[in-house]
DNA sequence: TTGAAAGCGCTAACAC
DNA sequence: GTGTTAGCGCTTTCAA
């Protein structure tokens, strides 16, 4: 099964390979009468054109890159691949503590912008994960097949972006920006917690907030923390004095956290939480542990994932616009690709405060049964 | 900015570029000395191989794709790159039946097995999402960038699976087997609802069973029904007698399917619906108007979606393993890859029913709060 | 409107 | 162990 190429073409339809060409890149520059041709030779010999070929030729890939790091090790899978298995397994399947999988729903809305957007403007999109410490040959790999890459900040070591941005345009996904080597986009991580806990402080005139935060090298939980800490200042008290609690951005290391809050019978009046997996985690062991949420204690989140719409009661949240930043990233690739000496291009996002059950109580009487 | 190439790296190394491509493909067959002279002047030049070059040298791509179609036409978005918007927005959110987006989970998972099956074994992975009616130039265009490509059943007509066919390999996922020109990964949808539906029958004692169906061109819930329908057949009862809803696999159309069967009074004591996103619609509707669910009704769905185990009750339903379905039609690609000749491959996976609430009533004791 | 020909940057014999 | 060289399949001037 050898693949047909131009030649194949060109010598099936009479012509030379540059109007071979030309029928496929400007279809108008040709008579259309060899362009009926052409084409008809084209699906007789199930002509697909070489990507690998066009790109040397032309010196562009036509595919954008984008890169994640992500630290779900799932378990490795089998690796049969002629399984007939049609066998059915039945379970009860009972209420389950464990996290099922730390869904990377903020990984799958990034990718769906980010395709969406790559495709609409003629490019192919090509996506990696990376899963262990060492990025550097995923990196590269991809950089080598692509015309420009958007990369998640912080999961790439500063020396290897500046190796590959020397040979294609790399845009940074969230993170605060750092330096001037690289476009960037993100989301108003600050100014997003900033409100929500100005909202807490003076519609509700709380005093006595737990901030719940992510792991201590994340970019984005630093600038939520920092947005904290400004309305917290704003309202005259000392953001010092306010414990801080580390649950990882994990489901179930919050709920280890509120376990041991619970224990000590140290319970704050409101848990802000920094993404929305460590408010649940919260809600996990609150509501069933008795605690009333928002009455006893409020528990508010950070992202808008569809979970905290579900969870009873449904949670107050900062909803951040993921499949619009993979957009972002893409559209800042493209105009970089296009303008590659205009100045470092710097998008902000907005972001939405969703004020919800778990820190305003029913919304409305509950057309549901007790 | 222009990229540097091999020779600019064997100039700088004083060495010829065959051991500059030997350093980076076969690193042994070079002295140590000078290897390390090659990779100092590849980080001192900044080089990153040109996959397009090598591509076509090697006459592979090193890339596997994944197309899949979608309906989920989003609003368009902003067009605007340099967003400087740190505005918050706070909004009271108030529950709300609309449906916020059909969350495309099913893709997401497949995503995420193929993602990290083709990097495991060494390739890139590209994808596309095909949202409009003609799916031929998107399909064509990745089957030109790749080596080997996993397609959606019924998304891509079969004459164009026939000419990209032609250049490389192409494995369909879901969907029955239809002919035996490609490779097929599937699970096993009718042996999996056969067995829920036995379930109900036998162990519930139902015989007034309604099914709840998708699209009337979707082959997984054709095969789903079929199960259905010969686990009825088995029970000694008629299929014909049963009614079928056509919910199209929405959450926001089984809704309205319920709302028309309250109205009528029609309610069937099970409601076995064709997946688990219908199944929440009936749910949204059935239990606040006061349905009791499963002691008037019961609901089932089929494809073991995380809100499913979120929901109240918790949604008893067939899981299908989509993760692994990615994994495993990257798998059968690379070996078609590699054995050309070898007979077509069909995989079936393994689904597993699972028992919860809303068909079993409440699991335990429940340590909530009424 | 079409054809001839010169690369694009790399790999893989094959020679040394 | 290293260098030489002939393509890989396409795009793109430049002529005709």
Redesign the pocket.
């Known amino acids: 099964m050898k693949?047909a190429?131009?030649?194949d073409v060109a010598a099936h339809a009479?012509?030379?390979?540059?109007?071979?060409?030309?029928v496929?890149?400007r279809p108008d520059?040709?008579?259309a009468?060899?362009?009926q041709r052409v084409l008809a030779s084209v699906l007789a010999l199930g002509?697909v054109?070489?990507a690998?070929?066009?790109g040397?030729?032309?010196?562009r890939t036509g595919v954008l890159g984008l890169y994640f790091s992500s630290v779900d090790d799932e378990d490795e899978q089998s690796e049969a691949i002629f399984v007939q298995d049609t066998s059915v397994e039945i379970v009860v399947d009972v209420p389950d503590s464990r996290e099922v999988r730390p869904p990377n729903l903020y990984f799958d809305e990034v990718l769906r912008g980010s395709e969406r957007e790559a495709w609409r403007h003629g490019f192919a999109l090509m996506v990696g994960v990376g899963r262990d410490a060492n990025p550097a040959d995923m990196v590269n790999d991809i950089a080598g097949r692509v015309d420009g890459m958007a990369v998640l900040a912080g999961s790439v070591p500063d020396d290897i972006l500046d190796h590959v941005s020397r040979r294609i345009p790399v845009v940074l996904i969230a993170g605060p920006r750092r330096g001037d080597h690289h476009d960037h986009v993100s989301v108003s991580n600050l100014e997003g917690m900033r409100a929500l806990t100005t909202h807490l402080l003076s519609r509700h005139g709380l005093t006595d907030l737990v901030y719940v935060g992510g792991p201590a090298d994340s970019p984005d939980d630093a600038e939520r923390y920092q947005g904290f800490v400004e309305a917290v200042e704003a309202a005259g008290l000392d953001p010092a004095a306010l414990p801080v609690l580390r649950g990882e951005f994990s489901r179930v290391r919050a709920r280890g956290v509120a376990e041991t809050m619970l224990a000590t019978g140290r319970v704050p009046r409101a848990l802000v939480c920094g993404n929305d997996q460590m408010a649940l985690g919260m809600l996990d062991v609150l509501i069933p542990a008795g605690v009333r949420v928002p009455e006893d204690v409020i528990v508010t989140g950070f992202d808008g994932i569809e979970a905290g719409r579900l969870s009873r009661p449904r949670l107050t949240t900062v909803h951040q616009p993921m499949v619009e930043l993979g957009r972002a990233a893409m559209r800042a690739m493209l105009s970089r690709i296009e303008h590659p000496d205009q100045p470092p291009i710097t998008a902000r996002l907005p972001v939405k405060v969703l004020l919800r059950e778990s820190s305003e109580g029913p919304a409305h009487p509950s057309p549901a049964r007790p």
């Open positions: 693949a190429t131009v030649y009479g012509v030379s390979i540059a109007t071979v060409s030309r496929l890149r520059d040709v008579r009468s060899t362009r002509y054109p070489s690998s070929a066009r040397l030729a032309a010196r």
